[in-house]
């Protein structure tokens, strides 16, 4: 196996994917906790209409930073997500063929599909499937959506989550994230290490506590305003908004049990709405995605 | 004699659900078969599974039912038949679609019946119409759906195989035809493979890198375990979870041994052991001294390893984890437990039962209560309630929750504080399960009960007791913990009476006068005592302990445990039956009556003077035997006033005309009937009076 880079293992997925019909979507440009954030699979999985699509997305976990100083974990990583909607009844196969274009030889590797399954208090979404296990290791989280914003789902979309640094790291042997190279010669430390240690400061000890519930209060106001005047993805982008204000303020120690559960709440209330609000904004456009340009 | 063989293959189903899957595959077919009319269902049947496959094998099956006659039930006779006796437009129906007469209805029973003379079916015809219910009926716990969604189902469905006597027997499950195709091992052999019969698929599928037969992988693996732990002079650590997981993980059995850092042996064994089995399914390897070792068995869907990938990546993903326990691990140790009390009032027990530190302050109110109880203070106990729920905001808790009171306990142990506490803490959530140890020592149990009494009374103070199956806080398990500490037959040291354990938690809770409360929760442990007793160890039977705790039970457990016994034993003796008649006897006739004041001078008899006279004899004799608890020697003491009972029944006639006369002679009775009625109920005990035949 020739060595590996962060780089060309999204190259290679891009490609793979993009070569089976998928859209290369970009990444979400706002923060996100995963890449079933982004529209592109939270509000596309919603409906009758199609979908196949392969993006990379840089997800903020603020209370999963270690200051740079975990070789295994982060607080921001990247995910390779690729939505595919209906789930082809051959998904699992594609799946193990990307994993073979990675350049993997699946008949000297132990490859296990083993049950996780996926909930979402805050998108009031939950789904069903297995973490895949790459010689023991967890790579990629694959489920099948069965609700989101508390809306059930039909058809079933598959979200195939590969973890970037992780299948890296393996696939290079290296035993620290900051050990593995970007691209070009350049490491993911020297690159990142410091974004790490800044933000995991900043989540942890720094972030103004009153300011985040100020901006807190005011994401939802206009989600909500959003909302009130139709405006559903200006209104969903304000309530990821939300989103990272609740996941900050619980990394910094700032959110007790009980108000936990009143904010999670408070979220889901706005995802919900969302939900409901794409669905019916896509059926007064006549669901355009049922006519696609052209079958691949 | 024909065979049947079925497979269905789907993706990788939970491991955790497929023994109950397939027992109760077993219990349908075992049906089928006997409709099919064989005379014994279990010998031809085998139900197996891998995790992407369900599979059984039926043989000996008949080729067709024998032909029989049926009875066909129709109308109630009262709507068959007019005010004239004439049949209704009911039973003409009835009979002209079963093609009978008016003469064939039969003249038993509240309902028209025809005779019926039925043709056998065909036990593929059979099949074919079962199979599909089976294994579409089949209860998963967690159901999904896919693509175009129109079924639910534990995972979606590729290929159904359907062999009758080596030929195809069509059936569809949810929309997919079957044929008699499968595929082999999803990456060792996946190509399309068929097969006409049980035997062929299994030597196709051997050879497909499939070991389809569960216990035959986990044969495999076993034995795998003991060579790879060997060889680092070790014993694969004995772990009926991980085997129960591991035997539906593959298809192809396979284990590897690796190792991690073997600096990581300095956190505590169990984080240690709690990340390799119960988050990443590993078992761990045991010097020959029971050391642990940084040595660890993983499973593989593959027989052998041959590039050292799998030792590789379960190294790599077990060394991240341990990183990551060390970081909480590092971290906690900063803040000792004490100071952590604080930080309890920002973590919620209960929304109604405000939060952790509020429960912590209950605890420890009950702890020395509970003492206080027992003559003795237990400084140990106290310190250890104070402390016992402080891990809970440990880092180490917050991601390992199923460590809680363990953590506690270790760094309690860690910050040098005395055996008695740490220990105590470490125990308090035990015992969980029946199986489970119990706290090592007395302050352990002291913790235990209180934090357990104080949830209960908690919970059942907000009216949120368990309901038929829900019991969201596993009040039922709480009730049980309880029980089993009081019962412990090893240390009777916690000398305390459930009903005073509820008042010391009533009066915790603000409740003291709360009867209603009180009366549920006493009602809720009965319920638990008389479980524990008839099924764990004690093996009493229900009706021992029916009548024992109409004696009493909750003022002591071991007490009830005692008199039960004696009732056990006495039970199988000659003389029960005198005791029980006499008691039944006694029962019946002052129904009703409490008193037990005997006036003298209204004894006319002789037998009843001799009666009473033995009754206060006999009597004392019997208190002093209950008092020192010799419950079988007072039960035999009762037995011989036998005689002269009967004697008094023989001459004496109780329900005479004088009131004061008749009342004196029931008070009579009662004295000699009470005079064990606290050690039981003997008139509960149901016999079976051949057996007390010489």
Redesign the interface.
């Known amino acids: 196996m020739s060595r590996l880079s962060f780089q060309s293992l999204i190259l290679t997925l891009q490609k793979f994917w993009a070569d089976r019909g998928c859209m290369l979507e970009t990444p979400m440009d706002l923060e996100v906790g995963a890449g079933t954030m982004h529209p592109s699979t939270f509000l596309r999985v919603l409906g009758p209409e199609p979908w196949k699509a392969g993006y990379v997305q840089p997800s903020r976990r603020p209370a999963d930073g270690r200051y740079g100083d975990n070789p295994f974990r982060l607080g921001k990583h990247y995910q390779f997500q690729v939505i595919l909607k209906p789930s082809p009844l051959d998904v699992q196969e594609l799946y193990l063929d990307s994993l073979r274009a990675i350049g993997l030889d699946l008949t000297r590797h132990d490859i296990r599909f083993e049950e996780d399954n996926w909930e979402s208090p805050t998108l009031g979404a939950w789904g069903v499937g297995w973490q895949i296990l790459l010689d023991g290791m967890e790579i990629t989280q694959f489920t099948y959506f069965q609700q989101a914003g508390g809306i059930d789902l039909s058809p079933i979309s598959a979200e195939i989550t590969y973890g970037l640094e992780r299948l890296t790291m393996f696939l290079s042997r290296q035993s620290s994230v900051y050990d593995i190279e970007w691209g070009g010669g350049f490491g993911y430390g020297p690159v990142r290490q410091q974004d790490e240690r800044e933000f995991s400061k900043y989540y942890f000890e720094v972030a103004d506590i009153g300011l985040h519930w100020k901006l807190l209060d005011a994401y939802e106001g206009e989600a909500r305003r959003c909302l009130d005047e139709k405006l559903v993805l200006p209104a969903y982008e304000w309530t990821l908004k939300c989103s990272h204000m609740f996941n900050t303020l619980d990394a910094r120690g700032a959110v007790s049990v009980t108000e936990r559960v009143a904010v999670i709440k408070r979220v889901r209330d706005l995802a919900v709405r969302c939900a409901a609000q794409y669905l019916e904004s896509r059926e007064a456009l006549g669901f355009p995605l049922l006519q696609q340009v052209s079958n691949v | 004699m024909s065979e049947y063989f079925f497979e269905l293959l789907t993706?990788?189903i939970?491991?955790?659900m497929l023994d109950a899957a397939l027992a109760s595959i077993h219990t349908s077919l075992e049906k089928t078969i006997l409709e099919m009319g064989a005379s014994t269902p279990a010998a031809g049947i085998k139900v197996t599974a891998t995790?992407r496959r369900i599979l059984f094998f039926l043989s000996n099956l008949p080729e067709k039912q024998a032909d029989h006659v049926d009875t066909v039930k129709g109308p109630p006779k009262k709507a068959a038949y007019d005010a004239d006796g004439k049949p209704t437009k009911a039973l003409e129906g009835f009979l002209k679609k079963n093609n009978a007469s008016i003469d064939d209805v039969l003249t038993d029973g509240d309902y028209i019946q025809v005779k019926r003379n039925v043709t056998g079916r065909a036990a593929k015809e059979i099949l074919a119409e079962r199979v599909p219910q089976i294994i579409e009926g089949l209860r998963w716990p967690?159901m999904?759906?896919?693509?175009?969604?129109e079924y639910s189902y534990i995972r979606?469905i590729?290929s159904v195989i359907s062999v009758f006597d080596s030929a195809h027997l069509p059936i569809r499950i949810f929309g997919v035809e079957s044929g008699t195709k499968t595929v082999g091992h999803?990456?060792?052999a996946?190509d399309w493979i068929n097969v006409t019969s049980y035997g062929e698929y299994q030597t196709k599928l051997e050879l497909a890198r499939v070991v389809i037969d569960v216990v035959r992988r986990r044969h495999v693996m076993a034995e795998r375990a003991l060579v790879l732990a060997k060889q680092v002079q070790g014993t694969p650590s004995d772990d009926a979870t991980i085997w129960a997981q591991w035997q539906y993980?593959?298809e192809y059995p396979g284990l590897?041994r690796?190792e991690f850092r073997d600096d990581y042996l300095a956190l505590p064994e169990e984080v240690l052991v709690t990340v390799m089995r119960v988050h990443?399914?590993?078992l761990p390897i045991r010097d020959a001294n029971g050391r642990l070792s940084n040595s660890f068995i993983?499973?593989?869907?593959?027989e052998a390893?041959?590039?050292g990938?799998?030792a590789?990546?379960?190294s790599?993903?077990t060394?991240?984890r341990f990183?990551?326990a060390k970081?909480f691990y590092d971290v906690d140790r900063k803040t000792p437990l004490a100071e952590r009390i604080d930080q309890l009032s920002?973590?919620?027990f209960h929304?109604k039962l405000g939060?952790y530190a509020d429960k912590t302050r209950r605890i420890e109110t009950i702890a020395r209560a509970i003492c206080a109880d027992l003559g003795t203070y237990d400084a140990d106990a106290v310190t250890a309630a104070h402390l016992c729920k402080s891990d809970l905001v440990t880092e180490m808790v917050k991601e390992f929750t199923e460590l809680q009171g363990k953590v506690g306990g270790i760094y309690a142990r860690e910050e040098k504080l005395s055996d008695g506490v740490w220990q105590a803490i470490y125990d308090h959530y035990l015992p969980v399960n029946l199986d489970d140890a119990l706290p090592r020592a007395l302050s352990g149990a002291v913790v235990s009960l209180a934090d357990k009494i104080d949830t209960l009374v908690g919970f059942f103070r907000i009216g949120a007791k368990p309901t038929g199956s829900k019991d969201p806080f596993a009040l039922r398990r709480a009730a049980q913990g309880v029980v089993q500490i009081l019962l412990n037959r090893d240390k009777r040291e916690v000398k305390i009476g459930i009903e005073r354990l509820i008042d010391l938690g009533m009066l915790a809770h603000d409740q003291p006068a709360n009867g209603a409360l009180k009366a549920d929760l006493l009602a809720f442990f009965a319920e638990r005592v008389r479980t524990l007793l008839e099924t764990s160890a004690y093996n009493f039977a229900y009706d021992e302990v029916a009548a024992t705790m109409e004696g009493g039970w909750a003022s002591s457990l071991t007490d009830l445990v005692n008199r039960t016994d004696a009732i056990k034993v006495m039970r199988d003796q000659p003389n029960f039956l005198k005791i029980l008649d006499s008691a039944k006897r006694i029962a019946n006739i002052t129904a009703g009556h409490d008193s037990t004041t005997v006036d003298r001078s209204k004894l006319e008899h002789d037998s009843e003077r001799r009666l009473n006279e033995l009754a206060d004899t006999v009597g004392e004799q019997i208190s002093e035997l209950i008092a020192a608890r010799h419950y079988l020697d007072a039960l035999r003491s009762f037995a011989a006033l036998a005689p002269e009972l009967e004697s008094f029944f023989d001459d004496v006639m109780v329900n005479v005309e004088d009131e004061a006369v008749r009342r004196n002679r029931m008070s009579l009775l009662r004295k000699v009937g009470n005079s064990v009625s606290s050690i039981a109920d003997v008139t509960k005990i149901v016999v079976d009076r051949r057996e007390y035949r010489e």
Do not use: C, I
């Open positions: 993706e990788e939970p491991a955790s995790p967690k999904m759906r896919w693509g175009a969604g979606p590729h999803r990456t060792l996946p993980l593959t590897v690796a990443q399914k590993q993983a499973v593989l869907d593959n390893d041959p590039d990938n799998a590789y990546g379960n790599f993903v060394n991240a990183a990551d970081f920002h973590l919620q929304e939060n």
